[in-house]
C-alpha cells in the first residue's frame, strides 16, 4: 500500500466554482480556474464545507477525490461517516489530513513492518526511527507516547520508508517486548474505543476533531461505515436511518429533525421544501415527532397526513421595549418572531395543511410567519386542518389534538391564524396570532355529527387587518357545533396603524357565527375583548369584580334570585355566587344583567358589583355568558336583567 496524496502539498484550498448536480449526491465539482494545480494528484482525501464556517460533524463532509482533471474533481460523496451536504457555489474544499489519512499512513508502515501492531501507536516510534536507533526507541517509549510525538513520529516515518524495510526484523522484536510489557491485552485500545462511543454514540462526527485530537496517541479500530468498532454508524450517505433516531422522553415519539433530511435556515425555501417534505413523510411512516430548530424558509404548502407530532425548540414574538404600532401587544421589531418555525415565502398558500383524519395531531412550540413581501395582504392561513372529502362532505378533523405555544403572524384579513374544520375534544393553550382572523371553527361533516367540545385557554389573537374574518368565528355549513370554552381569552379587534394596510371594518367581531340553532353552548370564563376600530355586535367585557372560585364547600342557603327582586345573604358568612345567563339581544335592544349590593333593604347607595351584556343586534341566544360575585354576610343583593334570563346560579359557601 502506499502513502494517501492528503499530505504531499501544503495549503491545498480553494472554493467551488461548479457545485455537484444534485447538490447532495452529484459526484464531480470544479474548484476557482487554476486551483486545481493547489492540490496533489488523485487519489486524496478532502472535506467540504459552507462558507465561512468551521467545519463540523454536522455541517460538513468529507469527499474522496478520484480523479483530477484540471479543475474538474471527480469525487465520492460522504466518506469516512460524513453526512452529505448539500453543496452550492462558494463552499471551501480543503485537502489534508483526515483520519483516514492517518490510518493509511499506518497501514502503508505495517505493510512493511508486518508485526508492528495497529492498536497501540506506540509502535510508530519503532518504525519511523532509523535502522540503528530502532531498538532503542522502541525501548524508550514502552509506558507513553503522546500526540505530538506520534505525529513526529509519523513524519519521520515519510522521510524514512526505504530505511523501515532493512529494520524490520529489530522492530519486531521491539514491539513483541513492549506489548509484553506494558499492554499484553490491547486495554488501551480498546479504552479510546469507549471513548468514542461514549462521545459520538452514531458516529455522525468526524474522528479527526478536537475532541478525539487528544486521544490520538492509541489508534481507534474502524468499521466500514466509519464509527468505532461496535458502535452503530450511518447506514446511509444522507442520514441516520429513524432506528438510530433519539426517542422524546415526555411523548415516546421517535424524533425526526428537519436538518437530518437536508432542510437549513440559511438555505433557500426552494432547496428546503423537498427536505421538509421529506422529513414530513418520515415522521408519518412512524408516528413520530418531527423536530424544528431553526425558522425555514419554504415556498410550497406542507401537508400533514398522519398523525404525527410537531415540536419546535421555542418561540417568541418582538413586541418591543416600548409601545409599538399604537399597541403594546402587537409583534412590531423585526424579524417579528423568532425561534423555530416555518416562513412562507409564496403568495396565497398556507403556512401548514393538515388532512389527517379523527386523529391527534399535535403542535407546540414553533411558529408560521409570512414573508415581508406578501404579510397582511395575499396569504393562506397559517395553520389549516382541513380533512378530506368522505361522500358529499368532510370526514372526521382533529381529535383530541394538543396545541400548545404556537404563534402566527402575518396572515391577511381574510384568513384565519387557525382554521379547524370537524374537530372534537381539542385543547388549544397559549395560542397567538396577529394578522387578519384570529380562530374559526368550522362544521362541514355528515349531518348526524356533532363537532365541538373543545377548550382553549389563554389565545391572544388581533385581527388588525381589513377582511371578511374575525377574531374568532363559528361557522356552521353542516353538523352540529357545541360546548366550546373559553378560558380567559383576550381577543382584539385593533387598528395597529400597519403601513399600506387597512384596519378592520366595523363588521369583524370579537367572536361571530352564523347560525343560531346549530351551534350552541359557548362558554366563557374571564374574556377579555377589547378594540379600537369602531367595532360593534359583539360581547362586552363582562364585569368589574373578578374572583377565581378556589374556595370549594357545601352549597347552602338560596341558590336562586329572581329579576329585581331584593334578597338577604343569610348563610352568616360571605356568599360566593356563580352563575350563568342566557343573553338574547334583539335587533333594537341589548342584553345586559347588573349585580348590586347595598346594606339596605331599600337598596339604599347600592354598589354595582358585576355586569355581563351584548349590543343590540348581536346573535347569542343560544349562548351561556357566566358570571360571579360576592354578598357579605347580612348584606343585599339585586339582579337587573334585560333581555336575559338566570340559566344556573348556585352559592359556593367558604369555610
Known sequence: MTF???????????????????PVAGLSLSVQPGDGAKFAEAPFWA???APETQPLGTNA?????????????????????????AVTTGWSILAGDTAQSWLEVHAAIEANATAISAETIRAEAAETANASAITAEATARKTAVTTAEATAATGAATAEANAITAAT???????????????????????????????????????????????????????????????AGLTSAKRLPVAQLPTNVLSGHTVIPVE??????????????????EAIEAAEAVNGMLFLSGVYPISEELV??????????????????????????????????????????????????????????????????????????????????????VSTFLGNGPFASKIDNVYVYGHDGNHYAYDVTNMLFCNFTGIQGFGGGGIRFKSNGNASQTYGNTTVIRPYLITAVEGTAHAMKLEYVAAKMNYFDLVSPQLMVYNVTLAGINPPLSTQLHISTNDRTNISYLNLLFPDFENSAGVGGTLLPYITHTRMLNNYGPSVGTQSFENKVVQRNEIGRTATWTATFALTPTAGEAALVKVYKAK????????????????????????????TWEIPPGEYMEVEMVNATRSFSKIIGEN
Open 4 to 22: 494517501d496524496n492528503s499530505t504531499s502539498k501544503n495549503f491545498q484550498y480553494s472554493t467551488v466554482a461548479v457545485p455537484p448536480t444534485p
Open 304 to 389: 400533514v397526513k398522519a398523525p404525527i407530532s410537531i415540536w419546535g425548540t421555542g418561540i417568541s414574538a418582538l413586541y418591543g421595549k416600548e409601545k409599538i404600532l399604537g399597541i403594546w401587544g402587537f409583534p412590531g421589531e423585526a424579524p417579528y418572531l423568532v425561534g423555530a418555525g416555518f416562513l412562507q415565502e409564496a403568495p396565497k398558500l398556507n403556512g401548514l395543511k393538515i388532512t389527517a383524519a379523527g386523529c391527534a395531531t399535535n403542535l407546540r412550540d414553533f411558529g408560521v410567519k409570512f414573508a415581508d413581501s406578501n404579510k397582511f395582504k395575499e396569504t393562506g392561513h397559517g395553520i389549516l386542518w382541513e380533512p378530506p372529502v
Open 47 to 49: 472535506t467540504l464545507c
Open 169 to 231: 526484523s529489530k522492530a519486531n522484536a521491539a514491539q513483541a517486548a513492549a506489548e509484553a510489557a506494558s499492554d499484553p491485552a490491547g486495554e488501551a485500545a480498546s479504552a479510546v474505543a469507549a471513548h468514542v462511543a461514549a462521545i459520538d454514540p452514531h458516529g455522525d462526527r468526524a474522528f479527526a476533531t478536537a475532541a478525539i485530537a487528544t486521544e490520538a496517541a492509541l489508534l481507534v479500530p474502524l468499521s466500514s461505515v466509519g464509527a468505532a468498532s461496535g458502535v
Open 260 to 277: 437530518q433530511y437536508g432542510a437549513s435556515v440559511s438555505k433557500t425555501a426552494a432547496e428546503n421544501n423537498p427536505y421538509i417534505k
Open 61 to 85: 463532509e468529507v469527499i474522496r477525490v478520484t480523479a483530477k482533471n484540471g479543475d474538474k474533481f471527480t469525487i465520492e460523496r460522504a466518506q469516512q461517516g460524513s453526512v452529505a451536504q
Open 600 to 627: 339596605e333593604a331599600s337598596m339604599s347607595g347600592k354598589i354595582q358589583i358585576a355586569e355581563v351584556g351584548a349590543p343590540a343586534g348581536t346573535a347569542l341566544d343560544s349562548f351561556k355568558i357566566p358570571a
